[in-house]
């Protein structure tokens, strides 16, 4: 139950919500953790926490991230957690918009994958954990057609990388949440103009009647690094959403 520990464990956009919540819990399960993003100011505030280190890194540019691998050295566990949500029906969307969805929700994570792969190869062993929702494959869920549709690509990217490196000593797994407290849910929430009204209809989606938290969510990314006999599955994590 205890593989994380002494670990070196990469997390992406770790400045704010689930991803700040998830470096914070592999740091408490005795991981070296290196918590990174694009917000510098939100990363002065986390490198305060034991455990952990910051790094700046982009991870739409594949040199950052190449180089951030080569800085950090061998990495055991890789968290994928940057991602945007884009609101819109197919017909409302834009093709730029799209485009960066794409980008941030998807190609990240294959130039994250790619980076780690070779090391964790080598040494046998890895773990991957990738930041899906219940908004993909598992569910279509209104005005969020960009989103739903590059999420679904995270679980199909996750499978695909699962069933490639099984015998090799590679995890790969999904986490699909419902919906959970964060800097960007409060954004969305002002952005409908009712700001507990959107609330409201946000709490309404989870049958258990409340909005998730970051350390539920990241509970489980820290099993599933512990998780030694789990891979390319995707884990819904939604207050009932799916049932
Ligand atoms: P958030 O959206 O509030 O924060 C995202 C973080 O990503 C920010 O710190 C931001 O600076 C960073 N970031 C943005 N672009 C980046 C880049 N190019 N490189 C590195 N970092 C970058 O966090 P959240 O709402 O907790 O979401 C985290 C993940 O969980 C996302 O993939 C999201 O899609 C997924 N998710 C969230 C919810 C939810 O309700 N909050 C539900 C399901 C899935």
Not at 79 to 89: D, Q
């Given at each position: 139950a205890d593989w994380v520990k002494g670990r070196t464990v990469l997390v992406t956009a770790a400045g704010q919500g689930i991803g700040r919540a998830t470096a914070l819990a592999f740091a408490a399960a005795g991981a070296r953790?290196?918590?990174?993003?694009?917000?510098e100011t939100a990363?002065?505030?986390?490198?305060?926490?034991?455990?952990?280190?910051?790094?700046?890194?982009?991870v739409l540019k594949d040199a950052d991230v190449r180089d951030a691998v080569a800085e950090v050295g061998p990495v055991d566990v890789l968290?994928?957690?940057?991602?945007?949500?884009?609101?819109?029906?197919i017909l409302e969307m834009k093709d730029e918009d799209f485009d960066f969805a794409v980008d941030l929700n998807v190609r990240s994570m294959i130039r994250t994958i790619r980076a780690v792969l070779p090391g964790m190869l080598e040494r046998g062993s890895g773990a991957i954990i990738n930041m899906s929702s219940v908004a993909s494959s598992m569910?279509?869920?209104?005005?969020?057609?960009?989103?739903g549709t590059t999420k679904a690509a995270v679980i199909g990217l996750t499978k695909a990388v699962a069933a490639d490196y099984v015998g090799q000593g590679?995890?790969?797994?999904?986490?699909?949440?419902?919906?959970?407290?964060s800097p960007s849910l409060h954004d969305r929430m002002r952005a409908q103009g009712d700001f507990e009204a959107a609330r409201a209809a946000f709490i309404a989606r989870q049958p258990m009647g409340r909005i998730g938290?970051?350390?539920?969510?990241?509970?489980?990314?820290?099993?599933?690094a512990n998780?030694?006999?789990?891979t390319g599955q995707a884990y819904a994590i939604d207050g009932g959403w799916t049932i």
């Open positions: 953790t290196v918590a990174t993003d694009i917000n990363l002065a505030e986390l490198a305060e926490a034991s455990g952990i280190e910051t790094r700046r890194l982009d968290f994928n957690g940057a991602g945007f949500v884009h609101s819109g029906s569910k279509g869920v209104p005005n969020r057609f960009a989103y590679i995890r790969c797994n999904a986490i699909c949440p419902g919906t959970v407290e938290t970051p350390d539920e969510i990241a509970d489980l990314a820290v099993h599933l998780a030694t006999y789990t």
